[in-house]
């Protein structure tokens, strides 16, 4: 009988396991940097603006209202990018051109903003616009991509999402994003574990340098951990007039409740 405790080295776990270790070693220095960013937005009272398209969305919705995650994150989305509901259409939002440029337009950060978009690929033009009408405007963007992805992505647009970032956290996710069966894969992607990731590291490393210099960040607690429904209510009251889509605080406790 095999030994379950080994069992997670190999096959599957084990391809997951060495692409987190690849992701240490190609963005360990960008995912400080980026750290160091999103500290010096928050010092200067700015706003995270997160954006992502398609399954990238999933990555959206891990940084915002998230328990332990940045109060001070707005999300950047238009309701046609999103799966669920009209799967072809969200492909076909993803591919339009100008609709990344409109939501961001429309959501109008100024430095001392910072934008963070998501995509595995980053060649499809609801990320690459979005990115670039960032950095148009000012805002510095951190750029969740992977180079292997990328270079062999079908090339909808003439530029990338790397093209127009100031940090590119690279995610090692392999082109096609699926890892089984090796040698042939055809299932199991991983580009959501791995981005997943990338931003839990960079909330890590965002906590150890605010520590170092005395700033205490502003998170959202989970409201089933004693004081989670009245730091969630400061929160609410600081940043809510900033950020729609936390929407008006309600007196009834389970709308109080950061996910997680």
């Known amino acids: 009988m095999p030994d379950a405790r080994r069992t997670p080295r190999h096959g599957h776990p084990g391809r997951v396991r060495s692409l987190l270790d690849e992701l240490d070693t190609r963005s360990g220095e960008p995912i400080a940097e980026a750290a160091a960013l999103l500290l010096a937005c928050i010092e200067a009272d700015g706003i995270v603006h997160v954006a992502g398209a398609g399954h990238s969305l999933a990555l959206v919705c891990e940084t915002f209202y998230r328990a332990g995650g940045l109060a001070p994150v707005?999300?950047?989305?238009?309701?046609?990018?999103?799966?669920?509901?009209?799967?072809?259409?969200?492909?076909?939002?993803?591919?339009?051109?100008?609709?990344?440029?409109?939501?961001?337009?429309?959501?109008?950060?100024?430095?001392?903003?910072?934008?963070?978009?998501?995509?595995?690929?980053?060649?499809?033009?609801?990320?690459?616009?979005?990115?670039?009408?960032?950095?148009?405007?000012?805002?510095?963007?951190?750029?969740?991509?992977?180079?292997?992805?990328?270079?062999?992505?079908?090339?909808?647009?003439?530029?990338?999402?790397?093209?127009?970032?100031?940090?590119?956290?690279?995610?090692?996710a392999p082109p096609g994003d699926v890892l089984h069966p090796p040698g042939a894969p055809r299932?199991?992607?991983?580009?959501?574990?791995?981005?997943?990731?990338?931003?839990?590291?960079?909330?890590?490393?965002?906590h150890e340098l605010a520590s170092s210099r005395g700033v205490e960040l502003p998170c959202w607690m989970?409201?089933?951990?004693?004081?989670?429904?009245?730091?969630?209510?400061?929160?609410?009251?600081?940043y809510g007039g900033r950020i729609p889509d936390l929407g008006v605080p309600s007196p009834r406790p389970h709308s109080e409740t950061a996910g997680g």
């Open 74 to 172: 707005r999300p950047l989305w238009d309701p046609s990018v999103l799966p669920l509901g009209n799967a072809l259409g969200s492909t076909h939002a993803e591919r339009t051109e100008g609709l990344g440029r409109s939501v961001v337009r429309d959501a109008a950060p100024e430095p001392p903003d910072v934008a963070v978009v998501f995509s595995t690929s980053g060649r499809n033009p609801y990320p690459v616009e979005a990115a670039e009408e960032c950095a148009a405007r000012g805002v510095p963007v951190v750029a969740m991509t992977s180079s292997d992805a990328s270079r062999t992505a079908a090339a909808r647009t003439a530029t990338s999402l790397a093209d127009h970032a100031t940090i590119v956290v690279d995610t090692a």
């Open 222 to 238: 989970s409201a089933n951990v004693p004081g989670g429904d009245e730091v969630n209510r400061a929160l609410m009251a600081r």
């Open 187 to 206: 299932t199991a992607a991983v580009s959501t574990i791995l981005a997943a990731y990338a931003w839990s590291r960079v909330l890590a490393d965002l």
